[in-house]
């Protein structure tokens, strides 16, 4: 039995996919180090503005790494269920012998329930986690100015806003920067940290480790529609709506992107992750962005199925059946769904083109990203792909993938695609540059 488990394990780490795990962790424990940690300010205390969903995960990862919370939102009622959702979390670590049952009562005392801002002078940073309306950002951002300390850091967890909008009429706009968490926030490693132009380097040294000892694994990025992770993301959606509207099955779709190794299909995502959500963030600066790109063809599905009360498997209203406790029945397509995307005939596809048509249009978006220094380097690209989106991380992320494939390969494979799907499928300079100087993205490959 040993000899069989030594022999699978040296195949393993001799595999490709063995390399490219390997990389990804040596990647994540460099990024524990803040290169910027001389800059960075003691945080002790942060305010927490919205007890909902993220607020109470941010929270929670917050106290129980030594921080104390001023949470706040608009009701009593509010602050309550979300101080129940950690408590609840913590038991379940206490279950497990992961917590003792006194470390989960002392560090639940340092949620303190906050219904205005009298306390917040005692802020080192703020992190809004309010509803997703830039007129109620820029609005507690004033709040927030008006009631902590001149060196108080505003941080939004917007999906997509741009910090700049945000931060229209800050009075100290150098200190605002975005903090993006994913959800659920204890159990998703990544932070995408955003710096505007102006946001000072003691803010970003300040964020940057605040995030860390948050047990986050942190990419910084220059601002701009959808950041990195949802602008990557928006494409990638967009052609899995689009093939569906052109006759794939929704389950073949899904089969195909978890065979090419996402932990769950585009589809089911967006039942996951709410289709009220994901027309949001697919909506506004990053779609008008996006819209300007050639051969670009928005999907005008989502928004009508949340007009029609789509919201995914939290309503049990979505591409899925569900339960009435929202559990998957398995196997089960809401069929009338089809409707929305005019009954096409179905198509039957082959697996690599579903496969190729999705997976490149995030891989050439990243690549964009990089050209256009949202992204500071190929190592944050592929990090925040795969611990932010699911990315297989046995292919290493956008940039190892595409230096496994060969720039040149993925050059022909887009030409092709272009020919079937489109202009969108033009590969992005700098993969042609690559190409044409038979360059990687990664130094140390095959390593
Ligand atoms: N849910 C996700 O998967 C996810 C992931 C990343 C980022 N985000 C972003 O995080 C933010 C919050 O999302 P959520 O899912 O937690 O929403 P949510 O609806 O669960 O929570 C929002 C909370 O903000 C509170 N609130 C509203 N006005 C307030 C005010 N003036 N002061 C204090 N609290 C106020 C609401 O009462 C509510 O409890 C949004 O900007 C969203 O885009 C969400």
Redesign the pocket.
């Known amino acids: 039995g040993l000899k069989k488990e030594a022999k699978g394990n040296d195949e393993l780490m001799r595999s490709p996919q063995g390399k490219q795990l390997m990389r990804i962790f040596l990647a994540m424990t460099e990024m524990k180090k803040n290169p910027l940690k001389e800059q960075a300010k003691d945080v002790q205390t942060i305010g927490m503005?919205?007890?909902?969903?993220?607020?109470?995960?941010i929270a929670q990862v917050s106290v129980t790494n030594d921080i104390e919370v001023l949470l706040?939102?608009?009701?009593e009622d509010?602050i309550a269920s979300?101080k129940k959702s950690i408590w609840d979390d913590f038991q379940r670590k206490v279950k497990k012998k992961a917590m003792r049952p006194a470390e989960s009562e002392e560090l639940i005392t340092r949620v303190n329930s906050e219904l205005d801002y009298d306390r917040f002078g005692k802020a080192d940073l703020v992190i809004?986690?309010?509803?997703?309306d830039i007129n109620?950002?820029q609005?507690?951002l004033k709040?927030t100015e008006d009631n902590t300390r001149e060196d108080a850091i505003f941080a939004?967890?917007?999906?997509?806003?741009p910090i700049k909008r945000i931060a229209e009429n800050a009075q100290r706009p150098s200190r605002v920067i975005g903090m993006?968490?994913?959800?659920p926030v204890p159990k998703m490693p990544l932070l995408e940290i955003i710096v505007k132009e102006d946001t000072a380097k003691w803010v970003e040294a300040t964020a940057l480790e605040l995030g860390i000892r948050q047990d986050k694994t942190c990419i910084v990025v220059k601002d701009g529609p959808g950041f990195y992770t949802s602008r990557i993301l928006a494409p990638f959606l967009n052609e899995a709506l689009l093939l569906l509207e052109d006759g794939v099955d929704i389950e073949q779709l899904d089969h195909s992107m978890k065979r090419f190794g996402y932990p769950v299909g585009p589809i089911a995502l967006l039942d996951e992750?709410?289709i009220d959500?994901a027309a949001?963030?697919m909506s506004g600066e990053l779609m008008d962005y996006y819209r300007q790109r050639k051969g670009a063809k928005p999907s005008e599905v989502l928004p009508k199925l949340h007009e029609a009360g789509y919201s995914g498997r939290k309503n049990q209203k979505g591409f899925y059946k569900y339960d009435a406790n929202g559990k998957k029945r398995k196997g089960l397509i809401n069929k009338e769904i089809y409707e929305f995307f005019g009954n096409p005939v179905k198509k039957a596809y082959v697996e690599e083109e579903i496969q190729y048509r999705l997976a490149l249009q995030m891989v050439n978006e990243a690549a964009m990203c990089l050209e256009e220094g949202i992204v500071q380097s190929a190592r944050d690209g592929d990090i925040g792909a795969v611990f932010g989106l699911g990315f297989p991380p046995f292919l290493g992320g956008p940039f190892r993938y595409l230096d496994s494939l060969t720039c040149q390969r993925a050059v022909e494979i887009m030409e092709d695609l272009k020919k079937r799907a489109g202009e969108l499928f033009e590969p992005a300079n700098i993969i042609r540059e690559k190409a044409i100087k038979s360059e990687r993205f990664h130094d140390d490959y095959p390593g």
Do not use: C
């Open positions: 503005l919205g007890a909902g969903f993220m607020g109470a995960g706040k939102d608009v009701d509010t979300a809004e986690a309010v509803n997703e109620l950002k609005k507690i709040e939004s967890n917007t999906s997509a806003l993006h968490y994913f959800s992750v709410g959500v949001h963030v």
